[in-house]
């Protein structure tokens, strides 16, 4: 087993950023003219619900999976924009030498990395997934969930199976795709002839804007087509 120091370390602040964010956001609830940050939450939380109501579930069958839908979305989208954040320790940690778990690496590079630029967050994301698929099937259906691994002839079971495997694959590597190669062309651009002089702040600028758009994006997508696999696993058959 190897540990990504690196992954870890920014989970971890990501984890607290989000703490952070959710006790401002709920410290001054009320139920008349709410404050600004509940203004966002209360809109996060309509927004989430609305995704489940438009992928067709019933919100009784949804109602005990929308802490971690609001969970998995904001992660995401923090996780995200992480690779947007310029590294302020200008590399001394590369000067200690500490191989385990690559401890000399984790503040490395003009701007942080994101946890989902590791296929082993956007991976453990994507089984939790299947994981919740199968689990709310059976939970819902009992064993007539496994049903349709065989219907509507037996010989579509290997095709059903393979589908099984492919969605935690294509959400994985589809994320992790997306935030490697965003953070490997931040990292270009910073490499570029004159980009730290006048003419290199407005690209700049654009890229950036660009990148958060990308971790919108992509933490709607995953959290989209989770509740899509997951409405198709409870849903009544017809």
């Known amino acids: 087993m190897t540990f990504h120091a690196r992954t870890l370390v920014m989970t971890w ?15 001054r609830l009320t139920s008349g003219k709410p404050g600004k940050m509940q203004n966002i939450l209360e809109w996060i939380v309509d927004f989430v619900s609305k995704l489940v109501s438009d992928n067709g579930m019933e919100m009784e069958k949804a109602r005990p999976l ?74 819902h ?41 965003g953070e490997v062309l931040i990292k270009v651009i910073l490499m570029l002839p004159g980009v730290w002089v006048l003419p290199g702040v407005i690209p700049n600028t654009i890229w950036l804007g660009f990148c958060v758009f990308v971790a919108a994006i992509q933490s709607f997508v995953f959290t989209v087509l989770t509740t899509a696999y997951i409405s198709q696993a409870v849903a009544e058959s017809h």
Do not use: C, W
């Open 13 to 27: 602040m990501v984890m607290a950023v989000m703490l952070v964010f959710m006790f401002i956001g709920v410290r």
């Open 141 to 181: 259906k009992g064993v007539h969930y496994f049903h349709h691994f065989v219907e509507p002839f037996p010989v579509f079971l290997p095709i059903e199976l393979l589908d099984l495997l492919a969605k935690p694959m294509t959400l994985a590597f589809r994320l992790f795709g997306n935030i490697f190669a």
């Open 66 to 139: 929308l802490s971690y839908l609001l969970t998995l979305i904001m992660f995401i989208f923090f996780s995200n924009l992480v690779s947007v954040v310029p590294n302020f320790t200008f590399n001394l940690f590369q000067y200690f030498h500490i191989d385990a778990g690559q401890l000399n690496k984790i503040f490395e590079g003009a701007t942080l990395q994101a946890p989902t630029a590791d296929i082993n967050t956007t991976l453990a994301l994507a089984i939790l997934t299947i994981i919740l698929v199968v689990g709310m099937g059976i939970r």
